[in-house]
């Protein structure tokens, strides 16, 4: 396959990350990573570059940068909880490491920059569902403000000449590479616990609605925005178009793997927004670009992947 190019990935060696790599590779591109962690969620890849470092640190920046054309930012070390906990910590690591690492692009002539936002925390509580980027934006935790003061950053600089950025709003992502023992990810979560025979910890009555999207198709999205000419709108959602609650994805969960799940009840949280679903028509007009996996698929995908995947110690 003809090479086209190198892509710099930012946070390749987690989740979506480790997916999108896959698929730049498959898709004919030199890949170079830099990460903090050396492991990859998925098989490790030697057909990659790695660099190990924080995104912020602008000298390493500028050297991961050298001799590609496109980078998609995917780190952060924060998620919604941990964000809202320590908002100080969540602005200086986040915002202004992100800064950074477009400063660097600028210096080095990348123009292309794909950044992770988020389509579940950037709207908050819904006026409409399903959402279309034109709902307006009332994020209600540090993580989604933080996403959006991004995005604002980055529209500023392209208006500035400095970068050509495309934003994309993802929905829920679930598929392998998706760590089972920790506290993000409630499929992959959901999973983990009924391999372990654990309970699962449910905040809330189990109402709230999500757009659950199968990370093959998160990752062909980034690649679309990597190869989107010059013009291209800036901001998209990506997600699966359909809500399901989250009691409703339990018992999914328990038919594709047949065996029971028990659940912990605990009290609902206010950084939770009740209903979010996406309308990704945008995407599909601009980016040549919709979900193919069905939730079922992509939960049996995910259950084989779970089987084989780090244990609880």
Same mark, same amino acid.
Request: aromatic share 6%; hydrophobic share 40%.
């Given at each position: 396959m003809r090479e086209r190019g190198k892509v710099l990935v930012v946070g390749g060696h987690g989740f979506i990350g480790s997916n999108l790599v896959r698929e730049l590779l498959g898709a004919g591109y030199q890949v170079r990573i830099l990460d903090l962690r050396r492991e990859s969620a998925l098989a490790d890849r030697t057909e990659t570059e790695f660099l190990e470092g924080d995104f912020s640190n602008q000298a390493l920046a500028r050297r991961a940068l050298q001799g590609t054309q496109?980078?998609?930012?995917?780190?952060?070390?924060?998620?919604?909880?941990?964000?809202?906990?320590?908002?100080?910590?969540?602005?200086?690591?986040?915002? =202004? *490491?992100?800064?950074?690492?477009?400063?660097?692009?600028?210096?080095?002539g990348v123009r292309r920059f794909v950044f992770a936002s988020s389509g579940g925390?950037?709207?908050?509580?819904?006026? %409409?569902?399903p959402m279309d980027e034109e709902h307006p934006e009332r994020p209600l935790n540090s993580y989604g403000i933080v996403k959006l003061a991004t995005e604002k950053y980055l529209s500023l600089y392209a208006m500035l000449g400095r970068l050509d950025p495309i934003v994309l709003r993802p929905a829920n992502p679930f598929g392998?590479?998706?760590?089972?023992?920790?506290?993000? *990810?409630?499929?992959?979560? /959901?999973?983990?616990?009924? %391999?372990?025979?654990?309970?699962?910890?449910?905040?809330?009555?189990?109402?709230? =609605?999500?757009?659950?999207?199968?990370?093959?198709?998160?990752?062909?999205?980034?690649? /679309?925005?990597?190869?989107?000419?010059? *013009?291209?709108?800036?901001?998209?959602?990506? *997600?699966?178009?359909?809500?399901?609650?989250l009691s409703d994805i339990l018992e999914a969960c328990r038919r594709v793997t047949g065996r029971p799940l028990a659940v912990e009840r605990l009290a609902g949280r206010p950084i939770d927004t009740p209903v979010n679903v996406l309308d990704c028509a945008r995407a599909r007009t601009h980016l040549g670009w919709a979900p193919s996996v069905s939730l079922e698929d992509g939960l049996e995908r995910t259950w084989r992947w779970i089987l084989g995947a780090t244990r609880a110690p």
């Amino acid at each position: 396959m003809r090479e086209r190019g190198k892509v710099l990935v930012v946070g390749g060696h987690g989740f979506i990350g480790s997916n999108l790599v896959r698929e730049l590779l498959g898709a004919g591109y030199q890949v170079r990573i830099l990460d903090l962690r050396r492991e990859s969620a998925l098989a490790d890849r030697t057909e990659t570059e790695f660099l190990e470092g924080d995104f912020s640190n602008q000298a390493l920046a500028r050297r991961a940068l050298q001799g590609t054309q496109a980078v998609v930012h995917l780190a952060s070390v924060t998620t919604p909880q941990s964000g809202t906990n320590d908002p100080v910590h969540d602005v200086t690591e986040n915002l =202004v *490491g992100t800064l950074r690492l477009m400063d660097a692009c600028h210096e080095t002539g990348v123009r292309r920059f794909v950044f992770a936002s988020s389509g579940g925390t950037v709207y908050g509580r819904a006026d %409409r569902t399903p959402m279309d980027e034109e709902h307006p934006e009332r994020p209600l935790n540090s993580y989604g403000i933080v996403k959006l003061a991004t995005e604002k950053y980055l529209s500023l600089y392209a208006m500035l000449g400095r970068l050509d950025p495309i934003v994309l709003r993802p929905a829920n992502p679930f598929g392998p590479g998706q760590y089972p023992l920790g506290s993000q *990810g409630a499929v992959a979560v /959901a999973l983990g616990c009924i %391999r372990d025979q654990r309970p699962f910890q449910l905040w809330g009555d189990g109402s709230v =609605v999500r757009d659950y999207l199968f990370i093959d198709d998160l990752a062909r999205a980034f690649l /679309a925005a990597v190869e989107a000419p010059q *013009g291209t709108p800036r901001v998209f959602n990506i *997600g699966s178009g359909t809500g399901r609650s989250l009691s409703d994805i339990l018992e999914a969960c328990r038919r594709v793997t047949g065996r029971p799940l028990a659940v912990e009840r605990l009290a609902g949280r206010p950084i939770d927004t009740p209903v979010n679903v996406l309308d990704c028509a945008r995407a599909r007009t601009h980016l040549g670009w919709a979900p193919s996996v069905s939730l079922e698929d992509g939960l049996e995908r995910t259950w084989r992947w779970i089987l084989g995947a780090t244990r609880a110690p």
